[in-house]
Nanobody
């Protein structure tokens, strides 16, 4: 089965930047969408950004627009999330996920089949 491993998390000050990476192994050619999701303590997991891996079409949550960029390396399938102007409310565990076929909602975590273990992002003065 496809495997996803996130990296790049850490602690940054408000206004700072981080780039998360998601290394992909055993890539499944039926994967049409990949995405980044996050979960803060006591909150539900939510979609941050997703990408149609065939056409590059991107989807971003309102909280991510103008600040976060999702991209994928077509050669090795590594998924990235560039985050700028980070805020304390961005503090969460960030997960990479993949989906076979078309989702009805690209930012709905319930639609995704394969998950990484997550990487922690903390935004604090």
């Amino acid at each position: 089965q496809m495997e996803l491993v996130e990296s790049g998390g850490g602690t940054v000050q408000p206004g700072g930047s981080l780039t998360l990476s998601c290394a992909v192994s055993k890539y499944d050619e039926t994967t049409y969408y990949m995405g980044w999701f996050r979960q803060a303590p006591g909150k539900e997991r939510e979609g941050v950004a997703a990408i149609d891996t065939r056409w590059g079409l991107q989807f971003r949550a309102d909280s991510a627009k103008l600040r976060f960029t999702i991209s994928q390396n077509s050669a090795d399938r590594t998924l990235y999330l560039q985050m700028t102007s980070l805020k304390p409310e961005d503090t969460a565990t960030y997960y990479c996920a993949a989906k076979s076929g078309h989702p009805s909602d690209a930012l709905n975590p319930g639609e995704y089949d394969v998950w990484g273990r997550g990487t922690q992002v903390t935004v604090s003065p």
